[in-house]
């Protein structure tokens, strides 16, 4: 039997993590279309609602029902508004292990949200889904992406040589692709001990059984 994520509701101080919705769809395929995004990602450009609805109806459901990942929105608690996305995936149940990562819209950046995302859903893997290894990898060259691990307490573990593409702006306008290198960074449970003082409510979740 294959082991799965369930639907939960994640909440912080000022965000909440939930499923990703079809009412998302605007507001993702404008996240997903920022410079910095198809910078350090493989989605498509231009990135349609079409392709952010796809994403939310059928790949974010296959992935977690096949034990998998998870994707969740993470948005605003005061608005409601999308920050961002928290992606689960390459996870192993036998291990323990998954591999986390996130993107922020460009609005929302210089806030501390993706740290603050990453850790609540760091401290769930931990405490309610008994995880023993959280991973990240972070592109060379992108360091605001190594900066969130470093503050949730990732610990760098090595470097996996010509293993990423990343894409950069062609003076036609176009993209082009760039190989480099990812940094590997994991989190066990005992490294985010002193992180958690960040969260507010003890990083307290509510679990929806409910949602689809």
């Known amino acids: 039997m294959t082991s799965t994520f369930p639907n939960i509701s994640i909440s912080t101080e000022r965000l909440v993590l939930r499923p990703l919705d079809t009412d998302d769809v605007p507001a993702l395929a404008e996240m997903m279309n920022d410079e910095q995004v198809a910078a350090w ?20 459901p296959a992935e977690r029902t096949a034990g998998n990942g998870l994707d969740l929105a993470v948005t605003e608690f005061l608005t409601q508004r999308l920050v ?86 062609t003076d036609d306008g176009g993209w082009s692709d760039v190989r480099t290198d990812f940094i590997v960074w994991s989190l066990l449970p005992e490294d985010i001990e002193g992180a958690y003082g960040q969260l507010t409510e003890t990083g307290e979740f509510t679990q929806y059984t409910d949602w689809n």
């Open 41 to 60: 990602t493989d989605v498509p450009r231009p990135f349609t609602e079409e392709a952010a609805r796809t994403w939310i109806t059928e790949y974010a």
């Open 84 to 169: 961002g996305v928290i992606q689960l995936t390459r996870t192993n149940w036998h291990v323990r292990s998954t591999e986390l990562s996130y993107i922020v819209a460009p609005w929302a950046r210089g806030e501390g949200y993706a740290s603050e995302a990453a850790l609540a859903t760091a401290q769930w893997l931990f405490g309610d889904q008994k995880f023993e290894r959280v991973e990240l990898r972070t592109a060379a060259d992108n360091t605001a992406s190594q900066q969130v691990a470093q503050k949730i307490g990732c610990i760098s573990e090595g470097v996996l040589r010509g293993a990423c593409i990343a894409h950069v702006r």
